[in-house]
């Protein structure tokens, strides 16, 4: 069981950045390839980046490539998501997502079993 909580959201102008933080709780959670997900208002959630349990291979959403970064330090049970040049649409809830595997995490929210609360980023143009 993984237990997941983000932090780290908040307003930013557009061209800003945020870091955003996910705790994890559980022995097991450096085994895990950890992800963030994003929803939108009236929009379904999205995944937007993951990274494997060794830290090694990450997977980024097209939207959001080059523009953010995801990190992990295992010996703090955390994940990270750096979000640079953010825009407008770059608006939503973000959750921190986890599944199980190790190397990378479904690309569907519909698979994921083990999800944070979210964390709110607003971006103002």
């Known amino acids: 069981q993984v237990q997941l909580v983000e932090s780290g959201g908040g307003l930013v102008q557009a061209g800003g950045s945020l870091r955003l933080s996910c705790a994890a709780s559980?022995?097991?959670?450096?085994?895990?390839?950890m992800g963030w997900f994003r929803q939108a208002p009236g929009k379904e959630r999205e995944f937007v980046a993951c990274?494997?349990?060794?830290?090694?291979?990450?997977y980024y959403a097209d939207s959001v490539k080059g523009r953010f970064a995801i990190s992990r330090d295992n010996a703090k049970n955390t994940v990270y998501l750096q979000m640079n040049s953010l825009k407008p649409e770059d608006t939503a809830v973000y959750y921190c997502?986890?599944?199980?595997?190790?190397?990378?995490?479904?690309?569907?929210?519909?698979?994921?079993?083990?999800w944070g609360k979210g964390t709110l980023v607003t971006v103002s143009s």
């Open positions: 559980g022995r097991t959670f450096s085994r895990y390839a």
């Open positions: 997502a986890a599944d199980g595997a190790p190397v990378r995490i479904a690309t569907t929210a519909g698979a994921i079993p083990y």
């Open positions: 990274i494997s349990w060794s830290g090694g291979p990450t």
